[in-house]
């Protein structure tokens, strides 16, 4: 079982930044795939981003270039870096693990969070 933590989450105006973390209980060199996903109440849950142990990254159409994926292997951490907030990006974020960016892009994974609420207003 790996066990990931979300923290970051809160309000912030249209246009504003905030930054997720991830932390993770098993050391991030043991886990194949990490991401985000956001689900809002009454929809489905949503591919965000994704990174994999060689450093690659995939972003879903309606965040890229406005999100940035980063890791810290020493602190066994996910960051998820959001500048240009619009309103479309309120949703709870979750992380998540899975076998590879690929199979978390269609949605697939082993372990999630405990979601971390983002609200952005207007």
């Known amino acids: 079982q790996v066990q990931l933590v979300e923290s970051g989450g809160g309000l912030v105006q249209a246009g504003g930044s905030l930054r997720l973390s991830c932390a993770a209980s098993r050391n991030m060199f043991s886990l194949i795939a990490m991401g985000w996903y956001r689900q809002t109440p009454g929809k489905e849950r949503e591919f965000v981003a994704a990174?994999?142990?060689?450093?690659?990254?995939y972003y879903a159409d309606s965040v890229k270039g406005r999100f940035t994926l980063s890791r810290d292997t020493a602190k066994n951490a996910l960051y998820l870096q959001m500048n240009s907030l619009k309103p479309e990006d309120t949703a709870m974020y979750y992380c998540a693990a899975g076998e590879s960016i690929w199979t978390m892009r269609s949605g697939s994974y082993d372990y999630w969070g405990q979601g971390t609420q983002v609200t952005v207003s207007s």
């Open positions: 990174i994999n142990f060689g450093g690659i990254t």
